[in-house]
């Protein structure tokens, strides 16, 4: 869906490219997080792709057109674009800050108010409160999940997004991340996502690209990335708790076991990962748990043993 | 008592002072309808450099800084006496606050938002006339209110030209010491700025767009 090539950017003055030769694709309907140090170039990297940076050299092809060949303009309104601090316009209503795009592109006002009122659901915010209502009135939350409807209006193939969750305090963006994953789930878009928080990486991408100096140093599933790191500066960039970090990407029915005679007392929901099991089973002093459906029928067990083995084995077929 | 001879004056002269009410009202509405349509265009213009906009500042504060009867004293060997060459000082009065406003108000316009916009596929002009002109309106028409004072108080000194005026009967009541005709040109001239100062606050509160209006 997205293929970049040999991509080069110098800007004016700077001792070192911002970005320096870069090659990476990303397929449909996937999530590609771009993550490294600041000044590793991942945002210079994210903006030329729909042409708010100009590269100096190298190619970019969004599903099969090459951007540098496409008016900036029309390449942009196909593109869905979501920055850290938003940018609402404040003298517009909720609606129509949402509309922005589709009333760029023309559409006419009965499909532009149903299409609004559709992304007011998809994001959890009553339309009919919220449809009137100004920026100034929302939390910060709240507003970025306007930024991620309004990027999603025109339903675009692609977004790109930029930190979108980094100005929010850690309860809430643990929310917004697991809405934005619940949304995607359903619109399969290809999404490339800036961000410098390396658990958010893992827990939002399909593939991580690791950047430093404007290179590529690592570009894998968050299994592999954790599993097998290319280097130490993968490795000391993942951190040291990598065993644990595995754990969090496996969920408790991928890890399922029989139950033995006794069907035990604590149990855990299907969709809870293999972290929050361990942290449980610490917390009551046991070693094994029951794992429950959503309907509360029990599937079968997790054991501390079977956890453990889980962070040795190497591959990333578990997710 | 003198306030009753004043009104005297106007009753025996309905025509002198009818128009030159009707001189100083047209005088400073066409100075102020100038000065906007210089100085909003040049503003959007220059905002987007941050060193012409620098540059314009600075000469539209030492603009300001300048008093409006040397103002006027200036125009005068060069355009002469009348209606004109006061306009023409009016409006030179009235450049710097709108200028000034204009220009720092479109530069304070959140570069997130332009960002914002700019990524989702606004032309230049869109952004300039959908997001940056409305959220800048409130501080660019703060500054058309200051330069409507300026130009109403200001038109006074129109007369020392030969504007016409209300600044006709001060200046002819400060030559004759006759202190009622001062006041058929001071009173109402005083009343007119601040009922300009009055109208444009109005204006400011309704053109403020509703998101951005203070609660």
């Given amino acids: ?319 | 008592m003198l306030l009753v001879e004043a009104w005297q004056f106007i009753v025996a002269h309905p025509g002198r002072f009818f128009d030159a009410l009707a001189t100083h009202v047209a005088l400073s509405a066409a100075a102020l309808g100038l000065a906007i349509a210089i100085a909003l265009p040049v503003g959007v213009l220059l905002a987007d450099t941050r060193r012409a906009a620098l540059v314009a500042i600075t000469a539209a504060n030492i603009g300001r800084t300048l008093p409006s009867l040397a103002v006027l004293a200036l125009v005068m060997p060069v355009l002469g006496t009348g209606f004109v060459p006061s306009l023409f000082a009016l409006t030179l009065l009235a450049l710097p606050p709108i200028l000034i406003n204009t220009v720092t108000a479109l530069q304070q316009v959140d570069a997130d938002m332009v960002d914002a916009a700019r990524g989702m596929g606004m032309t230049r002009a869109q952004i300039m006339r959908k997001v940056e002109l409305p959220v800048a309106m409130p501080v660019i028409f703060a500054g058309i209110r200051t330069a409507a004072v300026q130009v109403v108080s200001g038109a006074v000194l129109a007369a020392y030209i030969g504007g016409g005026g209300l600044g006709d009967f001060i200046t002819s009541g400060i030559a004759m010491m006759a202190l009622p005709q001062l006041l058929v040109g001071a009173i109402p001239a005083t009343l007119l700025a601040i009922g300009a100062d009055r109208l444009f606050g109005h204006l400011q509160k309704i053109l403020t767009p509703a998101g951005m209006r203070p609660r």
């Fill in chain 1, 1 to 319: 869906m997205i293929e970049i090539r040999g991509l080069v950017k110098q800007f004016p003055g700077a001792a070192h490219p911002a970005v320096d030769h870069l090659t990476l694709s990303v397929s449909e309907g996937e999530v590609c997080v771009l993550i490294g140090p600041s000044g590793c170039g991942k945002t210079t990297t994210m903006r030329m792709i729909n042409r708010m940076v100009e590269p100096d050299a190298g190619s970019i092809m969004v599903a099969g057109r090459d951007v540098m060949q496409t008016d900036p303009v029309s390449l942009r309104r196909s593109i869905g674009y979501v920055i850290q601090q938003v940018g609402l316009f404040p003298h517009w209503s909720i609606a129509d800050n949402i509309a922005t795009v589709p009333k760029l592109l023309g559409w006419d006002a009965a499909r532009i108010a149903t299409r609004v009122d559709e992304l007011l659901d998809l994001i959890g915010m009553e339309p009919a409160t919220f449809r009137s209502r100004f920026p100034r009135e929302l939390s910060g939350g709240q507003k970025q999940r306007v930024g991620v409807a309004r990027a999603l209006a025109a339903d675009p193939p692609v977004m790109l997004m930029d930190e979108p969750f980094g100005a929010i305090d850690p309860i809430t963006r643990a929310r917004l991340q697991d809405e934005f994953l619940r949304i995607l789930r359903g619109l399969k878009k290809t999404i490339v996502f800036v961000t410098h928080d390396i658990d958010e990486a893992l827990k939002m991408g399909d593939r991580i690209a690791i950047l430093r100096d404007g290179a590529l140093v690592q570009y894998a599933t968050p299994e592999a990335i954790l599993a097998r790191p290319a280097n130490p500066f993968v490795e000391s960039f993942v951190g040291t708790d990598r065993a644990l970090k595995r754990l969090a990407l496996i969920r408790a029915d991928g890890a399922l076991e029989s139950l033995g005679a006794a069907v035990p007392v604590h149990a855990i929901g299907a969709r809870a990962n293999l972290r929050d099991a361990l942290a449980l089973m610490f917390e009551i002093d046991i070693d094994t748990l029951a794992v429950t459906g959503p309907d509360g029928a029990v599937l079968g067990a997790i054991t501390l043993a079977g956890i453990r083995a889980h962070t040795r084995s190497v591959d990333g077929t578990n997710r």
